[in-house]
T-cell receptor, first 111, second 111 residues
Framework: RKEVEQDPGPFNVPEGATVAFNCTYSNSASQSFFWYRQDCRKEPKLLMSVYSSGNEDGRFTAQLNRASQYISLLIRDSKLSDSATYLCVVTKGGNNRKLIWGLGTSLAVNP | DTGVSQNPRHKITKRGQNVTFRCDPISEHNRLYWYRQTLGQGPEFLTYFQNEAQLEKSRLLSDRFSAERPKGSFSTLEIQRTEQGDSAMYLC?????????FGQGTRLTVV
């Protein structure tokens, strides 16, 4: 089983739609969780951290479920500019802060 | 620009040649990561430094790859006897806390 798994998609949604991505992780000792966004041929950029209590930033909501070992990202009112690959990142547990990356979920928002 | 800086941005080399890439992390970031990414895939972990210590190196990395971070600041990644399969984007990231910040990458093409 991969350490971090994501559905690669692609997700094709119309503008204004709500879309949700899930990411599962295998190491129950994982400590920190993030969603990164990557545009084509660009470097990944941090979208948001994922906190135990869940967090929201405008149209984006991230949640963590430690019991089931998954994190989610919800995008409401999708915009064309949301089209990108969304990468789930988990830090390895313990003193090692190595980042473990999912392969990414591709989103295409269509007019 | 105080972000992560990578040089060169692009490198074309003939098979069998050696190449070296440089990464200058954000000042005072103690952790530095090297990743490789091919089209349609998430970043693949190569190696990880905490200060000048190389804490982990991917088992996938052959002995043709070596990385250094001699003074705990900038890092270099060298690939010896390049092969066509080494063609990829090489990404460097640095962090102090949990969030990692990426450079724009070095795109290597081996011909």
């Amino acid at each position: 089983r991969k350490e971090v798994e994501q559905d690669p998609g692609p997700f094709n949604v119309p503008e204004g739609a709500t879309v949700a991505f899930n990411c599962t992780y295998s190491n129950s000792a994982s400590q920190s969780f993030f969603w990164y966004r990557q545009d084509c041929r660009k470097e990944p950029k941090l979208l948001m951290s994922v906190y135990s209590s869940g967090n929201e930033d405008g149209r984006f909501t991230a949640q963590l479920n430690r019991a089931s070992q998954y994190i989610s990202l919800l995008i409401r009112d999708s915009k064309l500019s949301d089209s990108a690959t969304y990468l789930c990142v988990v830090t390895k547990g313990g003193n090692n802060r190595k980042l473990i990356w999912g392969l990414g979920t591709s989103l295409a928002v269509n007019p | 620009d105080t972000g992560v800086s990578q040089n060169p941005r692009h490198k074309i080399t003939k098979r069998g040649q050696n190449v070296t890439f440089r990464c200058d992390p954000i000042s005072e970031h103690n952790r530095l990561y090297w990743y490789r990414q091919t089209l349609g895939q998430g970043p693949e972990f190569l190696t990880y430094f905490q200060n000048e210590a190389q804490l982990e190196k991917s088992r996938l990395l052959s002995d043709r790859f070596s990385a250094e971070r001699p003074k705990g600041s900038f890092s270099t990644l060298e690939i010896q006897r390049t092969e066509q399969g080494d063609s990829a984007m090489y990404l460097c990231a640095s962090s102090y806390g949990e969030e990692a910040f990426f450079g724009q990458g070095t795109r290597l093409t081996v011909v």
